[in-house]
């Protein structure tokens, strides 16, 4: 630690007046006599001592300490020095410190005998003083150093859970981009089947070759957008090679829930939803499902869990699910990760959707709204 500390303008006007007034009262105690202007030198030496502890802690303490030696007006500056140091340096400099201001004082009281009290009473005095101070400078040095520790503790967590938060959308983009790539390569293989078609069945009648020539259209058109979204994902992006699994739809909900309630979760479905979801939005709806499942089986195990779907060409792609929460005080039935959550805001994003949750009326609801084109 420096031996330099600068001090606030506050500080210095608090050690001025605190312990200004405190060596004019011993001063004044002292009543007069052929050491007064002696006395009033050691005042304006010591006062400069303290204020000089607050950039020099050490130096300013063994200075207030040989003040001492020669007048107690010096006292209220030693002592103060002792627990400045108490507190801003580790234990055995405090210890040395404490350990020269009482022997400064044991001069002090043979040299200048106090009148009132015996020197056997005035070195208990002094020593249990010196020991007060140097024990509560400790405890306020561990205390800021406990202050300090968890404060790092609380930066170090919140920069943690800032890289977790990253790391959990670059991984929801990654797996996004691979169902897109499936959806992609299937678009564009029926592009090329048609236009093979055109291409080897030249001799076809008009209507067929403008059905054709349209389903041609319509892939590429769709497969351009699919591309656009696997390249704002993948941007630097390049380990999508790998064997691919068709990924479910929302269709495939009634499996999902049958498999939760299998698993002993009571699951109520009310699908109001008119016709087949377009394949962004039933993917994403599928994994907003999936996950709303996994979170309340997780954080309220026993509750019953209600999934509404409603939607239709033209309109949005509504998924509700809520749950009771689950009793003060009870544990998760399994530990979480914390970035579930994260990531399906960000792959609902990603679709053009998006994803709320919250708390309400005792119940915990997960809303999530997908673009469904007519």
């Given at each position: 630690?420096?031996?330099?500390?600068?001090?606030?303008?506050?500080?210095?006007?608090?050690?001025?007046?605190?312990?200004?007034?405190?060596?004019?009262l011993?001063?004044w105690?002292?009543?007069?006599?052929?050491?007064?202007?002696?006395?009033?030198?050691?005042?304006?030496l010591?006062?400069?001592?303290?204020?000089?502890?607050?950039?020099?802690?050490?130096?300013?303490a063994?200075a207030?300490?040989?003040?001492?030696?020669?007048?107690?007006?010096?006292?209220?500056?030693?002592?103060?020095?002792?627990?400045?140091?108490?507190?801003?340096r580790?234990?055995?400099?405090?210890a040395?410190?404490?350990a020269?201001?009482?022997?400064?004082?044991?001069?002090?009281?043979?040299?200048?005998?106090?009148?009132?009290?015996?020197?056997?009473?005035?070195?208990?005095?002094?020593?249990?003083?010196?020991?007060?101070?140097?024990?509560w400078?400790?405890l306020?040095?561990?205390r800021?150093a406990?202050?300090?520790?968890?404060h790092?503790?609380?930066?170090?967590?919140?920069a943690?859970?800032?890289?977790?938060?990253?790391?959990?959308?670059?991984?929801?983009?990654?797996r996004?981009?691979r169902?897109?790539?499936?959806?992609?390569?299937?678009?564009?293989s029926?592009?090329a089947?048609h236009?093979?078609?055109?291409?080897?069945?030249?001799?076809?009648?008009?209507?067929?070759?403008?059905?054709?020539?349209?389903?041609?259209?319509?892939?590429?058109?769709?497969?351009?957008?699919?591309?656009r979204?696997?390249?704002?994902?993948?941007?630097?992006?390049?380990?999508?090679?790998?064997?691919?699994?068709?990924?479910?739809?929302?269709?495939?909900?009634?499996?999902?829930?049958d498999?939760?309630?299998?698993?002993?979760q009571?699951?109520?479905?009310?699908?109001?939803?008119?016709?087949?979801?377009?394949?962004?939005?039933?993917?994403?709806?599928?994994r907003v499902?999936?996950?709303?499942?996994?979170?309340?089986?997780?954080?309220?195990?026993?509750?019953p869990?209600?999934?509404?779907?409603?939607?239709?060409?033209?309109?949005?792609?509504?998924?509700?699910?809520?749950?009771?929460?689950?009793?003060?005080?009870?544990?998760?039935a399994?530990?979480?990760?914390g970035?579930?959550?994260?990531?399906?805001?960000?792959?609902?994003?990603?679709?053009?959707?998006?994803?709320?949750?919250h708390?309400?009326?005792?119940?915990?609801?997960?809303?999530?709204w997908?673009?469904?084109?007519?």
């Amino acid at each position: 630690m420096s031996e330099m500390r600068p001090s606030r303008p506050l500080a210095v006007a608090a050690m001025a007046l605190g312990v200004g007034a405190l060596t004019g009262l011993t001063l004044w105690g002292q009543g007069g006599g052929p050491l007064l202007w002696p006395d009033v030198a050691v005042a304006v030496l010591s006062l400069v001592a303290a204020l000089a502890q607050l950039w020099w802690p050490v130096s300013g303490a063994l200075a207030a300490a040989l003040l001492a030696v020669a007048s107690p007006v010096a006292t209220p500056a030693a002592t103060t020095g002792a627990l400045q140091v108490a507190q801003r340096r580790r234990f055995p400099v405090a210890a040395a410190v404490a350990a020269a201001g009482m022997a400064a004082h044991l001069v002090q009281g043979l040299w200048r005998p106090s009148s009132g009290i015996s020197l056997g009473w005035w070195l208990l005095l002094i020593c249990a003083a010196y020991g007060a101070l140097l024990g509560w400078g400790g405890l306020a040095r561990s205390r800021r150093a406990l202050l300090i520790s968890l404060h790092e503790r609380a930066r170090r967590a919140e920069a943690e859970q800032g890289r977790r938060v990253a790391e959990a959308r670059m991984a929801e983009r990654r797996r996004l981009a691979r169902e897109m790539h499936d959806v992609l390569a299937h678009r564009l293989s029926l592009v090329a089947t048609h236009a093979g078609a055109l291409e080897y069945r030249p001799d076809s009648s008009p209507d067929q070759l403008a059905r054709a020539a349209g389903v041609v259209r319509s892939g590429v058109h769709q497969a351009l957008e699919e591309l656009r979204q696997v390249i704002g994902l993948l941007r630097e992006e390049d380990d999508l090679l790998d064997e691919l699994e068709p990924q479910p739809t929302l269709a495939d909900v009634a499996r999902l829930v049958d498999e939760a309630r299998q698993a002993g979760q009571a699951v109520q479905v009310s699908d109001e939803t008119e016709g087949a979801a377009p394949p962004v939005a039933g993917r994403t709806g599928y994994r907003v499902v999936q996950e709303g499942l996994t979170n309340a089986r997780k954080h309220a195990p026993g509750q019953p869990v209600e999934v509404l779907l409603r939607g239709a060409p033209g309109t949005r792609l509504l998924i509700d699910i809520s749950n009771p929460l689950p009793p003060p005080g009870s544990a998760p039935a399994a530990p979480g990760s914390g970035v579930g959550l994260v990531g399906l805001t960000e792959r609902v994003r990603l679709a053009g959707g998006q994803l709320d949750h919250h708390r309400t009326g005792g119940r915990f609801r997960l809303q999530a709204w997908l673009p469904w084109p007519a």
